[in-house]
């Protein structure tokens, strides 16, 4: 006896669970060849302004962890989508048309990148801070800190390793993310979410939105409540125009790139902010 098969339709992650969009509406995932793979959730403006209030509501939890906390977390990620490795190997052979060796190497690189960072989250601080050479009887000291939150438009051809490259460079900073997928190829996303919610990251530190960037961008991007703005993966939009909406705000803005953006400490750094402290000395 030939038994049915299940499609699944996968949901949003927005602070820390996994909710329907509010719209209802949901579209169709399909492999390279056009075959049916499962349903994928549309999100609306509604659900972008939810993923930002969990966001924003996550911000003073995770930015006031040490360093070395968020690192230990980052790590914890890696250790989990190591463990389940081989369930992503199989998505990204399946969407994106692949062969699982090709699929393995994006897997291995998505790990790398959060292991990266993760080694980072203890030490940036260090190299991009430092106490200034001043005239007068005071120190001078200047180090960075996180912006708040983040709204990414993550690479829309690579299911997985373009969208840890701009999640994780964000979030070991202490910022908070709200990151919208590839449409394309939006399995991977939603499996790291899975990954997310079983791990140590804090409901509301990573939010995941899949459906089209094209309709959720310009809401995050004239959002008062971001902070940043990474269009990485927004080439293919009118990304001028989501500058000038982010201008209204004062946004920082990261430009597309071409392909997925590699390990980087200017990446890092992109949504810091540098605090200066003054403090005089004891003339005793």
């Known amino acids: 006896m030939t038994r049915l098969t299940i499609p699944k339709t996968y949901k949003l992650y927005i602070g820390g669970k996994f909710p329907r969009s509010e719209s209802g509406r949901t579209y169709e995932v399909t492999t390279a060849k056009g075959d049916f793979l499962a349903n994928a959730a ?42 389940r490795r081989a369930q992503f190997v199989e998505e990204i052979s399946a969407s ?3 062969t699982a060796a090709v699929a393995s190497r994006q897997v291995d690189a998505a790990i790398d990148v959060w292991v990266w960072y993760a080694g980072w989250a203890d030490k940036y601080v260090q190299v991009s801070g430092n106490g200034n050479p001043v005239s007068g009887p005071y120190f001078n000291l200047s180090t960075p800190e996180p912006t708040g939150v ?21 979030v070991v900073t202490g910022n908070t993310v709200v990151v919208v997928a590839s449409q394309a190829l939006p399995l991977s996303a939603i499996s790291l979410s899975e990954v997310l919610a079983t791990s140590d990251v804090p409901g509301g530190v990573i939010n995941v939105l899949t459906g089209s960037a094209a309709e959720i961008a310009p809401w995050l991007a004239s959002h008062a ?50 605090k200066t402290v003054w403090h005089t000395k004891s003339l005793i």
């Open 42 to 83: 549309q999100a609306s403006r509604k659900d972008a302004r939810d993923a930002v209030v969990a966001a924003r509501a996550a911000v003073s939890g995770w930015s006031g962890a040490t360093g070395y906390n968020r690192g230990q977390v980052l790590y914890r990620i890696a250790e989990l989508l190591e463990g």
């Open 150 to 170: 983040v709204a990414t438009v993550a690479p829309q051809d690579s299911s997985l390793l373009g969208l840890v490259s701009v999640i994780a460079p964000a």
């Open 225 to 274: 409540d971001v902070n940043g703005l990474d269009l990485a993966g927004a080439d293919a939009l009118d990304w001028v125009e989501l500058q000038i909406a982010a201008a209204d705000t004062l946004k920082r803005v990261l430009t597309p790139v071409t392909g997925t953006p590699a390990p980087a400490l200017d990446r890092m750094l992109a949504f810091t902010e540098t």
């Open 96 to 98: 994106e048309g692949v």
